[in-house]
């Protein structure tokens, strides 16, 4: 739900200033394509901006007095539709079409409506192409804000109708203050336990918080332990896969692609972000040629692509864990 | 908030509003009607998002303290109507509960506060005009059935109202047919204005309006439909875009025309129909010196013929029609002849009363 009450995400305040810019100069797009990290706030950043466009007096941000503003507070304004995958990891055309109908009548209450679709590389096919005239010729007193995981495959039709905005991933040190001041009197603000959240989500804080809240990390820390045993050829398949499965396809992709990174630094003589992982990364950095190191990391994004269709996580997980052990050594893997 | 009110004056305007307010929602408030209780009146007013509903209570009323509150609509509504005629009810808030008395029962019911309520505020209106509610009902009924229904050509999925100086006119269409009505009255209108009532709309002023020579006055505002009508007030959205060109599509120039019994026509394509293919409903019909046969087959090679007289002169002519789209015209009109005015196999037909030019029908052919 709108968060107007909590302050701007730092890290996201100049592009907050860029956008208000536009609108002042009367260039704010009909279609804005919001694309950043998986955790990094994007979400947040669109309610803001919808509910700063439908403010009747919006300073540099939203007054929070008039009655837009405290309609969006209650999560009651009618002239805002959020699609989003409901029951199901897709947006589906049936919900584009009820948005497309919501876009071409009147506004109820407000000067303008507004849409956000949460996330634009969910759409499926059909649900891609149904808004595809909405977003061509949209009615002039609309807003679109598509969002975008960074990396992930949207229709290059949808993208070519809407200006790209890219939101920054913040400095670590500014995530991590901002962690910290999220975590206020909690327990858990031990500083290694935050940089290891962080680097498993990639550096995007929101996600980060998510991992601690959740207790994701001793679960990623059971994963770890899975992958390594695994590729010692210490466990089986099917038991290396439970961990990973208890947490779902999703983290599982986040954690891997997290250490296949790692990995791909470490073989091009950088540092690797998760030090947990570093001893097994390292090891299996001076074993594999790069080319591999990518292989691997191409198919965990495949394995994300996938996800919007029905992937059986099981099998999936499976298949993504005897991609790591392809890379380990062949007398390693013989004598297992 | 509190005050007391007769169960008849609170559960009329309640059930209308209750039948606005959709069941399933998106937004809890959207479920509550909001109460707005001033010293000497109550307003109620429900909202689907689409279409809003508010209702004037003056009568069998007494505010003890004004307040804004909004309570569940459907319990509300329900636990009136089980209460006995004639019963007081008294309605009062404490804290963010609602209870509600009379007699020996009481209710606690949960409420939101009245900001949460999304109700419109008074659009700059361009232009209002009053007439008969009947009149407009009637105008509506003729044309509404021929508003598509979710089509891509969202300008469709309504119905057109256009104001000139001297008329009222609805227009809907689908694009395989096209109804069409016009009102003659002093309107006042400088220049001809348009508005697309979308289809929900539509449907729910139909409901409201009454058949009596009681006035609804409608306002025609930049991005709403209002009217007023009696003690309630009815407020739709439209539908942004610009409406075809109707008079373009109005075939002109037909020289076969035909005067038919409305009803027997009627009974004759509803017999023929039912041995027309399920799904594309066509029939053909054969016109020639005062007859009209009707001829209907289907994959299952099951035939259908039928005939009926008619008042005709001229060259035979054989078209094909769906026969949804006839019947659904012959329903709509009302006197007892019909007058079809047809040019050739590919061109559209016009449909009208014999005695009553006000509204025509336009219904493309099909090739059989």
Same mark, same amino acid.
């Given at each position: 739900m709108p968060a107007t009450e909590n302050p701007i995400l730092p890290w996201h305040e100049s592009s907050w200033l860029r956008v208000v810019e536009w609108s002042r100069l009367d260039r704010l797009p009909h279609a804005l394509l919001l694309s950043?990290?998986?955790?990094?706030?994007?979400?947040?950043?669109?309610?803001?901006?919808?509910?700063?466009?439908?403010?009747?007096?919006?300073? %540099?941000?939203?007054?929070?007095?008039?009655?837009?503003?405290?309609?969006?507070?209650?999560?009651?304004?009618?002239?805002i539709q959020v699609c989003t995958p409901a029951d199901s990891r897709v947006i589906k055309v049936d919900q584009v079409r009820a948005l497309t109908e919501f876009l071409v009548q009147s506004p109820q209450v407000a000067?303008?409506?507004?849409?956000?679709?949460?996330?634009? %590389?969910?759409?499926?096919?059909?649900?891609?192409?149904?808004?595809?005239?909405?977003?061509?010729?949209?009615?002039? %007193?609309?807003?679109?804000?598509?969002?975008?995981?960074?990396g992930q495959r949207i229709l290059p039709t949808l993208r070519s109708r809407c200006q790209v905005l890219s939101l920054p991933t913040p400095p670590i040190d500014t995530a991590r203050d901002w962690l910290l001041s999220r975590l206020e009197g909690e327990e858990g603000r031990d500083p290694e336990l935050l940089d290891h959240a962080l680097a498993l989500a990639g550096g995007a804080p929101l996600a980060a918080q998510a991992l601690i809240h959740d207790g994701h990390l001793a679960a990623a820390e059971q994963c770890l332990s899975a992958l390594r045993q695994y590729l010692k050829g210490q466990v089986v398949l099917s038991d290396a896969v439970a961990p990973f499965l208890k947490e779902g396809l999703a983290s599982t992709l986040v954690f891997m692609g997290r250490w296949a990174q790692d990995l791909a630094r470490l073989g091009a003589g950088g540092h690797g972000e998760d030090h947990q992982a570093h001893d097994m990364l390292s090891y299996l950095a001076q074993h594999n040629h790069p080319a591999e190191v990518h292989h691997l990391y191409a198919r965990i994004q495949?394995?994300?692509?996938?996800?919007?269709?029905?992937?059986?996580?099981?099998?999936?997980?499976?298949?993504?864990?005897?991609a790591w052990r392809k890379l380990m050594p062949r007398k390693q893997a013989r004598a297992s | 908030m509190k005050l007391t009110i007769t169960r008849e004056a609170l559960l009329t305007p309640l059930q209308a509003i209750a039948g606005v307010v959709e069941r399933k929602q998106t937004m809890p408030v959207l479920s509550n009607v909001l109460f707005v209780a001033e010293p000497d009146s109550l307003t109620l007013t429900g909202t689907?998002?689409?279409?809003?509903?508010?209702?004037?209570?003056?009568?069998?009323?007494?505010?003890?303290?004004?307040?804004?509150?909004?309570?569940?609509?459907?319990?509300?509504?329900?636990?009136?109507?089980?209460l006995g005629e004639g019963t007081q009810v008294e309605l009062a808030l404490q804290g963010d509960q609602v209870h509600v008395r009379s007699g020996a029962s009481h209710f606690t019911l949960s409420t939101l506060p009245a900001e949460h309520f999304p109700n419109v505020e008074e659009d700059a209106e361009s232009f209002r005009l009053e007439l008969a509610q009947a009149d407009l009902r009637n105008?509506?009924?003729?044309?509404?059935?021929?508003?598509?229904?979710?089509?891509?050509?969202?300008?469709?999925?309504?119905?057109?109202?256009?104001?000139?100086?001297?008329?009222l006119r609805a227009v809907a269409t689908d694009g395989h047919r096209l109804a069409m009505s016009t009102l003659a009255v002093v309107t006042g209108s400088e220049e001809v204005r348009q508005l697309i009532l979308p289809r929900k709309g539509t449907l729910e002023l139909i409901r409201l309006l009454a058949d009596a020579d009681t006035s609804v006055m409608l306002v025609f505002g930049d991005n709403h439909l209002r009217a007023t009508l009696g003690a309630y007030t009815f407020t739709s959205k439209l539908i942004e875009g610009k409406f075809p060109d109707y008079n373009r599509v109005i075939p002109r120039g037909g020289d076969k025309t035909?005067?038919?019994?409305?009803?027997?026509?009627?009974?004759?394509?509803?017999?023929?129909?039912?041995?027309?293919?399920?799904?594309?409903?066509?029939?053909?019909l054969q016109l020639q010196t005062n007859e009209l046969g009707v001829f209907a087959n289907n994959p299952d090679q099951e035939q259908a013929e039928d005939s009926l007289p008619v008042d005709y002169v001229g060259e035979s002519l054989q078209i094909g029609f769906n026969v949804g789209y006839l019947i659904d015209v012959l329903n709509a009109l009302e006197g007892n002849n019909v007058r079809m005015t047809l040019s050739n196999a590919n061109s559209s037909g016009l449909i009208e009363d014999v005695d009553n030019g006000n509204s025509v029908y336009v219904v493309m052919p099909m090739r059989l």
């Open positions: 950043a990290v998986r955790g990094s706030g994007k979400r947040d950043f669109a309610e803001r901006l919808a509910t700063w466009l439908l403010c009747s007096n919006p300073g %540099d941000v939203a007054c929070g007095e008039c009655k837009h503003c405290r309609l969006r507070a209650a999560g009651a304004h009618p002239d000067a303008r409506k507004i849409a956000i679709v949460d996330t634009a %590389d969910q759409l499926n096919m059909n649900a891609a192409n149904a808004l595809l005239k909405t977003l061509e010729e949209p009615a002039t %007193d609309v807003n679109l804000l598509l969002l975008q995981h960074a495949e394995a994300r692509a996938g996800m919007t269709y029905n992937l059986n996580p099981e099998l999936e997980i499976g298949q993504l864990l005897m | 689907n998002m689409e279409v809003e509903l508010v209702a004037h209570v003056n009568e069998g009323l007494a505010v003890e303290s004004p307040g804004r509150i909004t309570i569940p609509a459907r319990k509300l509504s329900d636990i009136c109507r089980s105008l509506l009924e003729a044309t509404s059935f021929a508003m598509a229904q979710q089509d891509v050509r969202y300008y469709l999925n309504g119905l057109m109202l256009e104001v000139g100086s001297n008329y035909f005067i038919a019994d409305r009803q027997s026509l009627k009974a004759t394509l509803q017999r023929a129909g039912i041995l027309s293919h399920e799904n594309i409903r066509g029939v053909r």
